[in-house]
């Protein structure tokens, strides 16, 4: 069987991570140097994702889930924003988070920044910034509301 047939039949069609094509690449690809020995990985094809695994002697077989650090550092960061809604105020933790999963379209259970990939993650930190003042402001009457009336 040649290679390349091969190849297509094992290797994760897309993405763990965001879903794109993949490819099978070497160790040049994803670390910048050339290893010896057995050296494949899949790698995915987006450029902002670039996750990337091993893959197990001549099957093209990933044993592990795509991961990369570019979607690391996104969840790092799209964590940072996010929790400037709330941190402050650990009350307003779980509206914060259902006004984000409404907003991605999830279900409150399923929305946790950890699961989430590089395209969701940006999402996050874009739709925080267009909101934050708006938000906090109406959160802040809503409390004020609650708050018993002194006479
Ligand atoms: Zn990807």
Redesign the pocket.
Known sequence: MPLTQKRKRFKPE???????P?KVVDSKAVYGVKHAGWDSYIQ???I????FAPTRSHTYYASKP?F?ES?RKARIEAHKVFDMLWSDHPEWRDQAYRWLAGEMGLRRATCHIRMF??HQCQQVVELVNENYVRLRREWHIAENKKKPVNS
């Open positions: 897309t993405c763990d991570v965001c879903g794109c993949t995915c094809t987006d902002f994702c670039r996750a795509m990369s979607v990939n590089y």
